[in-house]
């Protein structure tokens, strides 16, 4: 046995499925080593679109995602959908082929310092050094990438050592993980604050999602009568037909639900990582109270300084502060009036009938044909402004935000992903025609893997988030740089062997993804979407009153 197929054993012993990436020289121990597993391995057509899939996968299961590249290029591919699992805490493990350790000394072909180089993008990367420590790598690996908070851990593995013989075998896997629990004090304090509260509201992140905290999070909001704010990448923790969910927050400018936070006397953040959503966008002077609840301590902020922190495993906490906080008959009934607005915007768009058609109404109509757990991957650009504030969720998971990196191009390879992790379930790639230009070459990837999911791309002929921005910044007329051709879409699918339409009507485009989701072949959108209704929006978030 050679050190790449000890690697690959500690692979399989860690319940890895998929490796995504790319073959090259310096990891030719590896491919091999791999071609004898059980583990499959993803051809994909770019080490982004490999790191994607991966950081999603992650996302997914709560399993780190593995990743593959050679050395030089092919490593620094790797870098920004490495960088996107750790910022939006993903679990992911990205494996680098190297030079051997007799070159490191001198210039050489294709040689980075990669331990250096993904340093600031990882939580903790290493190189193997010596065959005999594959096994404590591997598993430090896998336990730190999924260590709460989850995120991306990096192995970087020289040729030579890679062909070294090598005995032993992968470490024990303890997967009885103890739970943390949070100090009684902390948990009368809270109950205490929450009790006392007058406008309590909560604002719920990824962190409970997490923590598979879902149920215990609308229990706890339905028992005490407190309306629930999502972030982007909250959505989905309580259904949102709830009659306390007040959707998401989380858009630059001011919306509906900055009302509720405007007027409220106590913030209860359940898993929220301020990397979402900064505490200065709704707390600027620091004066709102806030009960942290989360696995983690509080991160420091000048805008979030928590009276109470209550640190542990979230749904015990929050079945704990139940039992002793008091809040009958103590609504928030302004936070719960707001509702009626917020469902009334979203339902003015249900039977608009422009074209090009408004982003509000193609979300409308996507929501409407998609189950409640079928599962939507946003790329980033103006679409996903739209879909944090009009694509709303039954259950967590079913529609992945990047809001913490937030890297454009991660749509089609995350929707790759998810239909490996759920080939039973419709799954949408919904992408500017920006995003969709950094990583189609991947759908050739899903048609060869076998993963049907429909692309579709809102169409406006520009970085339309970027345009929306400077005309905010410089006023309306005032942009630059920001526009630029497109293929045509539709060949450009058939091209590929898959499935395209366009939307020629606002009529259209319920049968269009009907029709598409229904293909046993990837299928592509064109959708031309009409991007007046960003600065429509801005303009009506200004005159927004929030009076009680």
């Not at 490999?50 to 950081?55: N, Y």
């Not at 309306?227 to 949102?240: C, H, L, Q």
């Not at 992408?431 to 692309?455: I, S, Y």
């Not at 921005?469 to 898959?498: I, R």
């Amino acid at each position: 046995m050679n050190t790449a197929e000890l690697l690959v054993k500690c692979l399989e012993n860690e319940g890895v499925e998929y490796v995504f990436g790319l073959p090259g020289e310096e990891n030719l121990h590896v491919l091999e080593a791999l071609r004898h597993s059980s583990i499959k391995f993803i051809t994909t057509r770019h080490e982004q679109g490999a790191a994607f899939m991966a950081d999603v996968y992650g996302r997914l299961t709560g399993k780190a995602g593995v990743c593959l590249s050679t050395l030089g290029p092919g490593a620094t591919n790797l870098m920004t959908g490495v960088a996107d699992a750790n910022l939006d805490g993903a679990p992911l493990v990205a494996i680098t082929g190297q030079v051997g350790t007799d070159r490191m000394h001198i210039e050489s072909h294709q040689y980075l310092d990669l331990v250096a180089m993904f340093a600031p993008v990882t939580k903790w990367n290493k190189q193997i050094v010596r065959p005999s420590i594959t096994p404590e790598v591997v598993r430090k690996a896998f336990k730190r990438s999924q260590t709460e908070k989850p995120g991306a851990v990096h192995i970087d593995l020289p040729e030579n050592i890679a062909a070294m013989p090598v005995e032993g075998k992968p470490l024990h896997k303890d997967n009885n993980i103890e739970k943390t629990y949070a100090s009684f004090a902390s948990i009368r304090a809270a109950a205490a604050a929450i009790s006392q509260a007058v406008n309590p509201l909560i604002l719920v992140g990824n962190g409970a999602i997490r923590a598979n905290a879902s149920d215990a999070v609308t229990q706890f909001a339905t028992q005490m009568n407190i309306p629930v704010a999502n972030t982007f990448m909250g959505k989905g923790v309580i259904p949102y037909t709830h009659p306390l969910a007040l959707w998401s927050v989380g858009l630059q400018q001011r919306d509906f639900i900055t009302c509720g936070f405007d007027n409220t006397d106590l913030v209860i953040a359940i898993g929220y990582d301020l990397i979402e959503f900064s505490p200065k966008k709704w707390n600027p002077e620091g004066k709102i109270p806030i009960v942290h609840i989360g696995a983690d301590g509080a991160e420091i902020d000048s805008s979030y300084i928590p009276k109470v922190q209550v640190i542990g495993d979230i749904s015990d906490s929050l079945v704990e502060i139940l039992k002793v906080a008091d809040r009958q008959g103590k609504p928030n009934p302004y936070a719960i009036s707001l509702r009626g607005n917020i469902r009334a915007d979203y339902e003015q768009y249900a039977n608009d009938d422009g074209y090009p058609i408004k982003p509000q109404k193609l979300i409308y109509d996507l929501r409407q044909v998609m189950g409640p757990d079928d599962i939507v991957i946003s790329d980033v650009g103006a679409h996903k402004m739209w879909m944090a504030r009009h694509y709303h969720c039954h259950s967590p998971n079913t529609c992945i935000i990047s809001n913490g990196f937030a890297a454009m191009g991660i749509a089609i390879p995350g929707a790759l992903a998810a239909k490996l992790v759920y080939p039973n379930r419709k799954v949408v790639a919904a992408t500017g025609d920006g995003g969709f230009m950094m990583n189609c070459q991947e759908l050739e990837t899903a048609l060869r893997v076998g993963t049907p999911f429909v692309t579709l791309i809102f169409n406006d002929g520009g970085y339309g988030l970027i345009e929306w921005k400077q005309e905010n910044h410089f006023g309306k007329g005032h942009s630059s740089f920001v526009h630029f051709g497109n293929p045509d879409f539709v060949k450009l699918a058939e091209s590929m062997g898959l499935k395209g339409y366009r939307v020629e009507s606002a009529l259209d485009l319920i049968p269009v993804l009907k029709e598409a989701l229904a293909q046993d072949v990837p299928a592509v959108i064109d959708c031309p979407v009409d991007y007046r209704e960003n600065s429509r929006f801005t303009q009506k978030a200004g005159e927004l009153n929030c009076s009680v």
